[in-house]
């Protein structure tokens, strides 16, 4: 059974920081690229970052640049998101997901087109 276990989250203060932790287990860790994605109350769903391990290259999006990091752990199949300087406007739902690559659309926004499998999520607040 294919499952992928969000943790981490919680409530931090403005300028805070938190690491989530996604767990896979029940495919092949470094065939696929694992994406965060997040989606808070009343907006659509973001690309937060994306890590291929095939090609052992990350990417983040603009909104996050400088502050989130991504990062794998293949003896854990872990992948990490390392998230400092936190705003109020990080503020999500955040979820990770597996795909066999990362995407992109028009853009550049990271995409989740090709999602094969997503976690359940795991929340976090920001208070200002």
């Known amino acids: 059974e294919v499952q992928l276990v969000e943790s981490g989250g919680g409530l931090v203060q403005t300028g805070g920081s938190l690491r989530l932790s996604c767990v896979a287990s029940?495919?092949?860790?470094?065939?696929?690229?694992i994406g965060w994605f997040r989606q808070a109350p009343g907006k659509e769903r973001e690309g937060v970052s994306c890590l291929d391990n095939s090609v052992r290259t990350t990417y983040l999006a603009d909104s996050v640049e400088g502050r989130f990091t991504t990062s794998s752990d293949n003896a854990k199949n872990t992948v990490y998101l390392q998230m400092n300087s936190l705003k109020p406007e990080d503020t999500a739902v955040y979820y990770c997901?597996?795909?066999?690559?990362?995407?992109?659309?028009?853009?550049?926004?990271?995409?989740?087109?090709?999602?094969?499998?997503w976690g359940k999520g795991t929340l976090v607040t920001v208070s200002s």
């Open positions: 029940g495919f092949t860790f470094g065939d696929y690229a």
């Open positions: 997901a597996a795909e066999p690559r990362c995407n992109f659309d028009s853009e550049g926004k990271i995409e989740s087109i090709g999602i094969n499998y």
